[in-house]
């Protein structure tokens, strides 16, 4: 399967680019039998797909993954090949009936592993392109609160991942953390940190999907990990940690165990804003190997 | 570099800071455009949460502990037998690059006690944030205290390089004040407050006009007030809130809720810190800042403290029956806002969503809205949730212990604590 930083990196056509808005023809009658779909796994092949939608005038009874394909005993799903350009048409006209940002919480929607993903873009652009006027704020309607719902979890794990990221410092000067978010947020969070870190090479890894971003002091890439070889070791071992990193992580559990205050103890809170899952990628959250001694600093009441 | 040494510097100038509560990394307006490290555009970060749910953003040390001031309420205070310790320049440095370049921080949030003297303490604290700026090439956020009765020069300079200035009111009366911190004054905390306010507005000022304009604290002022340390009521600290954003154009108002840390007889002999206070204050300033409210709608005279029970708008809604129920179909964004139960989100939703479709109470369900306090206060389509028409007190009674009802921990909590002591 392959991934993309953005949804699409071809230029949009001028033909279709002047097109935007003006012209908003209501999506044929999907008249023929409905069909079963299967499609590559990339949002560039769930493009195609919907371009075959509206080509075959068949609706879908189903969307799937090649790998994934299920169905009963005499479903034949029809295979569709992704193809670049068309992907591109589809994903530049889909402004004709929506703007930029609800375009973006569609691919937002495929990044989110949602089981019926693919048939929720399918009826979210159907319905937008049968409405004939703007629907993303048409909260009464089920897959547009659905789709709002989705992207908003998606906001929420990408920015958990920007606070939740710890970088360790290896000897030769890379910056590497590992990560395991719920959805596929690494595209999302690409150019915060490309942004933010511009002067030191960095590395984020997602260990459940097996691919990472990598940045060379000019550029961000994906970097896949072969699935099939050997397991990664994703800890890097302490013989190729910079020198003073074990410091810097000691002094970080030091700050992070002074600044709490122990008199506004409220686990609760704690956990809600943390939650259990993420704290083994936090450097704050592991085991003290010195004891905590609070400062001195109060004479207790009576 | 001595690591145990910088280790123990460490941990009691971030102990000494934590009563600063403010901790926000937002609304900066410093971009990476050098290939240098960091940058403070737009939304804050919370790295990371102590155990008392308080998010950590910011690298929150004091430069000092040493103070010749003699503060009752404060750890660092000059009669405090405690161990002391000074930061140095290139060791603040080292520790804020090294802390954004593991993407523990967003930035540093630098305060000091006051040694030697205020213009000494200023000096030190603007050369930090210089040579983060100049010389590393920093764009991370940067808050940094304005040490009241500091030169207007080192004022202003520190303005360059901070996204964020604040000078520290602390206690919410100048009689206060002087009882419980007599080196300090009003006027010497109001005038650099004002002094900034003042460089804020020049700033946007010569934005408007100029291309390139060096920055001026682009995200603002905040200051903080310590609640439960002398006698002021809720009316008396929110009144001084609204003039602070009405007058000197501050982005935040922090409270604290005062931890008891001395037996000192000038302050108030408790255990605890009031926490729900605190938290009504918030909610009070929220409804203030984002709700449309009025200070003098939600305290007066008649009502001087906030009710600790429920949070001030269902107190308000309760207070004002004659402007209920509201039909959400028809009323205006502004009253849609004021009903209890329905947040921002849900009020942008309903206001949005009846384009489409009349809105049912089905939808507001979907929407987000708490139809436990909501069902009161509110009509869709000339429905209402509740057909009889409830007093004041059986609406309290009814959201407070009815079915469902879900007490948040804190509030059972303080309001146990209360019922025991009295």
Redesign the interface.
Known sequence: MSRSLTPNNRRATTAVATNASSSRRIAPELSNAALDYAYDGSFEGLLTVLFTVYDRKSAPNSIQPLGAVQGGLFAMPVQIDTDDATAARVWEGLLRYMDKEARTRLFHTFLSEQSDRELLIFRYADLAMRAGRD?S?????DNV?RVASIAQQMYREK?RM????????TSDGL?H?TIDPDFDVLPLIAPHFT??????RWLIFDKRRRYGLYYDLQRTDIVEFESTGPQRNTAISATVLDE?EP??K???Q?????????????????R???PLRYWRY?S?KQPREQRF?????????? | MN?QR??EK???L??????DVSCSSSGGKR??ES?????AEGMG????????????SL??ILLTNHCIFDCAYC??RKS?D??RAAFTVDEVVD?TM??Y????IEGLFLSSGIFSSPDYTMERLVRIIKKLRTEH?FNGYIHVKAIPGASEELIQEAGLYADRLSVNIELPSEMSLQNLAPEKNYKEILTPMAQIRDGITKNKEEKALFKKVPQFATAGQSTQLIVGASAENDLQIISLTDSLYKGYGLKRVYYS?Y?????DARLP?????P?IREHRLYQTDWLMRFYGFQADEILDPAHPFLDLEVDPKLAWALRNRHVFPIDVNTADFEMILRIPGVGARSAK?IV??R???P?TLD?LH??GVVLKRAKFFLTCRGQALSTRDYDEQTIRRQILFGAGSVRS??VTQQLDLFAQAS
């Open positions: 629907i704020d048409n909260y009464a309607d609160r920015h920007e606070a939740f990221v710890r970088f360790e410092k910056f953390a942004k933010r870190y511009a002067d030191q003073r410091l810097f000691l002094l970080w030091s700050y992070f165990d002074h600044v709490n205050i122990p008199e506004r103890k409220n686990i609760k809170l704690h809600r804003h943390m936090l704050e001694e609070p400062i001195k600093n109060k004479r207790p009441i009576g | 690591d910088i280790q460490l941990s009691i971030a102990d000494a800071a934590k009563y971009k990476n290939k240098g490290l960091g940058n970060i919370c790295h990371s949460y102590t155990e008392d749910g308080r998010c950590v690298l929150k750890v660092s405090n405690v161990k520790l090294n802390f370049r593991r993407n523990y090439n809720g931890i008891p840390i001395t037996d002999q408790v255990t605890q810190p926490l939703r949005a969503a384009r489409f479709a809105i939808h979907k929407f921990a804190l």
